[in-house]
């Protein structure tokens, strides 16, 4: 079975705290993806990773980074979070047109 | 710009009943076309994917869906629902395989007992 992992499920940030998210993948996966998923919105893509060192900006990728270091792992940063980056953060690995899910983690920043 | 609509944000449905929720794209070609579910404080699950052949396409936990190019549909269905199945459902496109995904914006699934 495919297993994507995420560092927190709860997380609490202060504002202006830089935040880091990371993901990891045990399938060997090339393709990464994060994702922010608010209510009535679905998910938007924030960035996503074809292979290592490679990322691309998705819709909404202001006042992120990512960077992939190693094939297994991709990790989102918020520079200097905000109040508005409050939100349930997927993580997702793809493979033959499926991706693969991690269990989300829910950031608060106050 | 490629859209997909669930029309739907929640829909309550008897335990036992049928289930249809309904996805609607705007894309020119045929798209490839998924629908994954979320149940509470889980990532998400594929239920079913369509590529290309029988339009008809069986998923996991019995769920189907129906791929109408004429209606630029791709609606998830089950005969019977059980409690299990209250979790929020998602429809996504995407123009191939290894492109990224459009969303929707998601359907809530309640189940009366």
């Known amino acids: 079975d495919v297993k994507v992992t995420q560092s927190s499920r709860y997380l609490v940030k202060r504002t202006g705290e830089k935040v880091f998210l990371e993901c990891v993948q045990d399938m060997d996966h090339e393709n990464m993806f994060w994702y922010r998923q608010d209510p009535g919105l679905g998910l938007r893509l924030i960035y996503f990773?074809?292979?290592?060192?490679?990322?691309e900006k998705g819709d909404i990728p202001e006042g992120y980074s990512v960077s992939r270091e190693k094939k297994e792992r991709f990790s989102l940063i918020l520079e200097s979070a905000s109040t508005n980056q409050t939100s349930m953060y997927l993580c997702?690995?793809?493979?033959?047109?499926?991706?693969?899910f991690g269990p989300g983690t829910r950031l608060t920043v106050l | 710009a490629q859209s997909v609509t669930q029309p739907d944000i929640h829909i309550t449905v008897s335990e036992g009943a049928s289930l249809e929720l309904r996805c609607n794209y705007s894309y020119g070609a045929t798209p490839y076309l998924f629908w994954y579910v979320q149940s509470p404080g889980q990532g998400l699950q594929l239920l079913l994917k369509y590529f290309s052949g029988d339009t008809l396409v069986q998923g996991i936990k019995g769920f189907e869906a129906e791929f109408k190019r004429s209606q630029s549909s791709f609606n998830l269905r089950k005969p019977s629902v059980h409690w299990s199945d209250a979790a929020e459902y998602f429809c996504?496109?995407?123009?191939?395989?290894?492109?990224?995904?459009?969303w929707g914006a998601g359907t809530k699934l309640i189940i009366k007992p």
């Open positions: 996504a496109v995407g123009m191939d395989s290894n492109y990224q995904l459009i």
């Open positions: 997702a690995s793809r493979a033959g047109g499926e991706q693969f």
């Open positions: 990773s074809y292979d290592v060192k490679m990322k």
